[in-house]
């Protein structure tokens, strides 16, 4: 894997569709830090909630064109930003090979559930938890993985798990999930970071 340059910030751009969540603790999490940066915050929608965060944070935004996006990534646009990894946080679009391409092994994305299981196109939110559910798990948890060109298929770098207890709704596997990822996708892409540093 390539190196980081020390000395410099190395800028991520985090990548939400909606409320932003996790974008919004990521941010928080490296506000200040000495060597990473959120440098823009990307998203599908106009009106994500992430971008209000972004806002009030002073977070330049970008927001993508379904058409151009699949067709040149916006890479160009993100090397020109200085952009050096890409965090996705509940982005809904399939990332396209051109994308990939430009930032190799340096795409993360996090998934509500423990991969490979309940994951894949279609596999989101609401739906995940009830798979889960269904299936009669006694134990879901977070999947912190690269992106590669199949949804929810590249190289694990990080699991953890909670409890599914019998009675348990959607909605509470739902919140024991979101509180793994906000403590641990901010560390987690940290370590990450630091670790490709010569
Ligand atoms: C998270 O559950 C994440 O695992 C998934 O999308 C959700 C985003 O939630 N990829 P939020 O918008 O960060 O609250």
């Known amino acids: 894997m390539e190196s980081v340059k020390s000395g410099e910030s190395h800028k991520l751009a985090v990548f ?58 916006y890479a160009d646009e993100l090397r020109a930003r200085g952009i050096d990894s890409i965090i996705l946080a509940g982005f809904l679009w399939k990332v396209p090979p051109v994308l990939i391409a430009a930032y190799p092994n340096r795409i993360l994305n996090i998934h509500p559930a423990l991969l490979p299981a309940y994951g894949g196109k279609g596999m989101y939110g609401q739906k995940v938890h009830e798979a889960v559910i269904a299936a009669g798990e006694t134990c879901s948890g977070i999947t912190i ?21 019998a009675g ?21 892409i940290e370590k990450w970071v630091m670790g490709r540093r010569k």
């Open 168 to 188: 348990d709704t959607w909605e509470r596997v739902a919140k024991k999930v979101q509180e793994l990822e906000h403590r641990h996708y901010p560390e987690q």
């Open 16 to 73: 939400a569709s909606g409320k932003g969540s996790n974008a919004q603790k990521i941010a928080e999490y490296f506000a200040g830090h000495q060597h990473i940066s959120i440098a823009l915050i990307v998203s599908s929608k106009a009106s994500a909630g992430v971008l209000d965060m972004a806002r009030a944070k002073d977070i330049p935004v970008l927001i993508l064109e379904k058409e151009r996006f699949m067709e040149t990534g």
């Open 145 to 165: 993985h690269y992106v590669d060109e199949i949804y929810d298929h590249g190289a694990i770098l990080f699991q953890k798990t909670c409890a599914v207890e």
